[in-house]
Structure formats: C-alpha cells, structure tokens
C-alpha cells in the first residue's frame, strides 16, 4: 500500500469513527467485529472495529471496502455520504479542498522516519511540536486554507520551518494591550534580537521616542497576504513604520501562530495572528481579551501559590499584549471577526525558561507518539520512571486532572484543556505539575462564582467570558477526555500497556480521592463522575455552518447524552 492509500484509509476510518461519534452516521453491526454502512448514495462501507470506552468504533483502516468496489478515498468518501452530513455542495467544494491540504501535511509527517524508543525520549520541547499530527478530534485537523505550497514549506510545522519574523513599528495611539513594567520596548528588542543586530535596531530605534511607538512582530506571510494590503494607509501615512525581516529565527509549534524562539529557546514565545482558516476557525489574534489576560494570569499564579491542590500548577505569563486597531474594520459592529483580529501580537513567558534544570516538559498531546516498536511515548516514560503504566497514570491525575477540576469546582475557572494548552512537568519521567497557557479564548469562568472571581480575579475576571458551570465542564471533559484522553487509552490498550477499562478505573479512583478530600465541593451539575455528560459535537459544526464569514466565531453542537466510563471506575 502506497503512503498516499495510507493516509486516505486512515483519514476515512478516522471519519467513520468520529461521525459515529457524533450520531451524523449509523452502522449495522454484523457480528465478530464486522460492521457495515450503508449510505443514501447507495455505496456501502464494509469494515472491521472494536467499541470503544465511550462507546464509540475504533476502525481499523487496512479492513476498509467500498462497495461498489474502487479505491478507498478520503474525498471520494465525503461525496458518497454528502446525503447524511447534509452539506450544501457549495460546502462539500470547500471542504474537499481543505481536505486535500491536511491529506498533503498528513503524507509530509508520514515522510518523518519512525523513531526508536530512545530517540521518542529524547526529542526536545519543539521537535516534539513539530511531529504533532493536530487536533485528534477534528477531521481536517490542517486545512491551512489561505496557505499554499510554498507557504507550508516555509511556515508550517512538519516541515520543519524557522524562519525570522518582520518588524513594524506602530503609533501608540493606534494600539491597545497590556505590557508588564518590567516588559518596555527594551526588553521586547531584548528578547528577539542579540549582538550587532541588536546594536544596529537600538540606534535605529532613537528615532522613534518609545512613548510615541510600539515596536512589534509581524508573521511574514501576515505582513505579505494582509498587513502590507490592509493597512496600506498607515503605511503611506507614517503610521506603520516597515522595519524589515530581521532578528532571531522562529519556529512555529503545532498551532502555527505561536512560535519559539529557536536561537535562544529560554526567550518568550511570540503569538502572531495568521488569517487563513485553520480547524474551527480563522487564526486570528481577538483583541477583546488583550488588556485581561497578562493580568489574568498573574493572578492565577498567586492563587496556586496559596491553594495546596494548585501547588504543583504554573501559569505562563504573559509579557505584553499588544493589538492594532483598523479604523475601518473595527467601525463595524457586525463585521467578520478575521478582519478585527489581523495585527497584534502576544510575548509568552516560555516553558523552557519556566522549568527547573532536572525538570523536563511536553505539552500532553505528544503522549500519543508512537515509536517504531509500537510503544506509545507514555509506556517509554513509564519505564523510564521505573513505574507501571497504571501508576505512571495514578500520577498524571494528581498533577493534571485533579488540579482542572479543582479550578472548576472551587474557583469556576475552566481551561480549554486539549493536548496543546496543557503542558506537563515531569521529574526523571514521573509526572509532578501542570503548566497552563494560552488564556485568549481558551479561559472562561462560571457565572455562579462572582465572589470567588471578585477576590482572586479583581483585575480580569469582568473581561473574560462566562458560561453556566454544567457548559463550563466541557472545557474539562470534552477538552481532555474526549479530544485527548480517549485517543490515548486506545493507543495504550492496542500496544498492550494497559486496558482502557482499567485506564478509566485509575483516573476514577484519582478523582474519588478528591472528593473524599472535598466533599464540601460535591455538585451534581458539575461532576466528573457523573453517569454520562451531554455529547459535544465539533465536526458536525462545519456541515451545518458551512465556510462563509460571520462576526463571531463557531460554536459546537450538542447530541444526546454520553455514557461516562468514568462512572463505572469510581462505583
């Protein structure tokens, strides 16, 4: 089988599975494993699949066939079942072609030679970025719409990019955001630029009074596709001063907009806005969260300083935000996000400058890598750790799960908790904390614990968004169970490591000890172990939406009820 048959079958198990999932598709049990689909267009999918813990079918691609007989393709399969997602063929047209760009980055990481047990272990923080196949949920998980080849090749992360960044200066007047004291325009020329280029910026700079001009990054594809476009008055105005491609090279990590710096790891991250459409939605930057969010998270910090279950937990900070404000666009009340959130950007304390010296880190996604002995990277650190999988496990809920409840349950703080915004602290490959970023939509609070946010958020919480605490802990099961966790316990089950039902028992067992320590925080509404949540629909969204623009960016869909494997393990 060819690697472009491979990435098709595993794209359209993938699909199978999840529109399962979310109740778009129905399938016939056939017995021994065998299942059947029959679709409106009269073509039928014959496969092999195990249930999974939630429920759901595991499809093993290789098992695959369509009939009547043909190649099994990944668009082909999206047409046949066009009557049963129910998109328009307008939708279906742009669908297929963000499909085709994240079959093309599926074949570049599948290009990636597979790795030893020791070198799976001894990736660095990015190289481990850069490996990552996306979002596990989403089906089009790298669309990059806006993007061609030679933009993927430059910016994109399984091609390895670095690349230096382009620097504008701005009148201040025009800006908004929030900047630490300690954070001046000093310290942004500091953190990305070193030696003779930074001699040659400083002097340059005496010319622009610093009270008077924002100096800022600018993504260079941004600056090509968008900024030199539409911000063309402020440039012939004065306005926006073009300083050129210049300073420290960049790498993008997973979520493309957020980059390390590759020639000084230690220095801050840098956010950018990227407008092309990406997963969900367009990666711009939203400005209404910029004057919230570094006090946010300062805040946060001293709150998990004081609270012993949130002792292990770090909060990023956040250096400066900074977002320009268009005169044309943000006159418009209803107009299409993308145009609001084009230019700003972000400085992001590093996790590389957060961490001891015998600490290591990876954001959580990257426990489902696989070495090329069918090892999953979480089995490789267990054995480094010299633990079982279930104890390396019993750890990872006490440094990761129970201090995301506890947020929830006490304080009505939830955290968009997917693999990419939950880093984990680990000590010769045993678990010991939690490093939490990314705060600019992917933080929102509960609208019953106003007293709670008044004392420990004073200064950020009337900024960010709030939901009601049974919605609030979708950030938590959907975020990490669902997109994360059910991916991982499969992955675990099939290398042998441990059984998903087990899986499930320990992480119960964590969370019943919890609230052994708490009963004081028992709440229906809000409970981990509950019998079953409300399933959350996240491809379902784009069927029914489609690609046109609006003011605001997608919300889920909800299905009926989940059954909670977690229920089972705590009873």
Same mark, same amino acid.
């Given at each position: 089988m060819t690697p472009w048959e491979k990435v098709n079958r595993a794209l359209v198990a993938k699909a199978i599975g999840e529109l399962l999932f979310e109740e778009v598709l129905s399938a016939q049990d056939c017995g021994e494993g065998r299942f059947r689909l029959e679709l409106a267009s009269g073509v039928h999918y014959h496969f092999h699949a195990e249930f999974g813990a939630w429920g759901h079918l595991w499809v093993a691609p290789e098992s695959l066939l369509r009939s009547p007989g043909s190649e099994v393709r +990944? +668009? $082909?399969f999206f047409r046949d079942s066009l009557t049963e997602t129910q998109m328009s063929e307008v939708t279906l047209g742009t669908f297929l072609e963000e499909l085709q760009s994240t079959l093309h980055a599926d074949l570049q990481l599948a290009s990636h030679p597979a790795l030893s047990r020791t070198a799976l272990l001894t990736l660095s923080p990015l190289e481990r970025e850069q490996r990552l196949p996306g979002h596990p949920k989403l089906l089009l998980n790298k669309g990059r719409l806006g993007w061609g080849l030679s933009d993927l090749r430059s910016y994109a992360p399984e091609y390895g990019a670095r690349f230096q960044l382009?620097?504008?200066?701005? $009148?201040?007047?025009e800006t908004k955001g929030l900047a630490r004291e300690d954070f001046d325009r000093k310290a942004v020329v500091a953190t990305s630029f070193h030696g003779a280029e930074r001699s040659a910026l400083e002097a $340059? #700079? =005496?010319a622009y009074p610093d009270d008077l001009w924002e100096l800022m990054p600018v993504h260079p594809w941004q600056w090509d596709r968008i900024v030199s476009l539409q911000f063309h008055e402020f440039i012939v105005k004065g306005v926006l001063v073009d300083l050129g491609l210049r300073g420290d090279l960049y790498a993008p990590q997973t979520s493309l907009r957020t980059l390390s710096n590759l020639t000084r790891p230690h220095e801050?991250? @840098? =956010?950018?806005p990227l407008s092309i459409l990406n997963t969900s939605c367009v990666r711009g930057l939203p400005q209404r969260y910029l004057e919230a969010t570094p006090i946010f998270a300062e805040e946060l910090q001293a709150l998990c300083l004081q609270d012993p279950e949130l002792s292990s937990v770090r909060a990023l900070r956040e250096h400066k935000t900074l977002g320009v404000r268009h005169p044309d666009f943000h006159a418009l009340k209803q107009v299409a996000y993308r145009y609001q959130e084009s230019l700003g950007a972000i400085w992001r304390q590093s996790t590389a400058s957060l961490v001891q010296t015998d600490e290591e880190i990876l954001v959580t *996604? *990257?426990?489902?890598? /696989?070495? =090329?002995n069918g090892q999953t990277l979480l089995s490789a650190l267990a054995e480094q750790a010299q633990l079982t999988t279930q104890e390396w496990l019993e750890?990872? /809920?006490?440094?990761i799960i129970v201090p995301l409840y506890h947020l929830q349950l006490n304080y009505g703080v939830g955290v968009v908790a997917h693999g990419q915004n939950i880093v984990l602290r680990m000590h010769q490959g045993v678990p010991v904390g939690l490093v939490l970023k990314d705060y600019h939509g992917d933080v929102r609070l509960s609208n019953e614990h106003q007293a709670m946010h008044q004392r420990y958020f004073p200064g950020s919480h009337d900024r960010l968004p709030q939901l009601p605490?049974?919605? #609030? @802990?979708?950030?938590? @099961? /959907?975020g990490h169970f669902i997109t994360m966790l059910r991916f991982l316990s499969r992955r675990l089950a099939l290398s042998g490591a441990i059984e998903e039902k087990i899986f499930y028992h320990t992480i119960a067992q964590g969370l019943a000890d919890y609230h052994a320590r708490h009963p004081e925080l028992a709440s229906d509404r809000v409970n981990l172990l509950a019998p079953s949540f409300q399933r959350v629909l996240v491809n379902k969204v784009r069927f029914h939406i489609g690609y046109g623009?609006?003011?605001a960016r997608p919300l889920p869909l909800l299905g009926s009820d989940l059954p909670n494997p977690l229920r089972e393990g705590a009873l």
């Open positions: +990944a +668009a $082909q382009r620097w504008v200066l701005v $009148q201040r007047s $340059q #700079l =005496k801050a991250d @840098i =956010k950018l *996604a *990257a426990l489902l890598e /696989t070495a =090329k750890e990872y /809920t006490r440094a605490p049974e919605h #609030l @802990i979708h950030d938590l @099961i /959907t623009d609006g003011a």
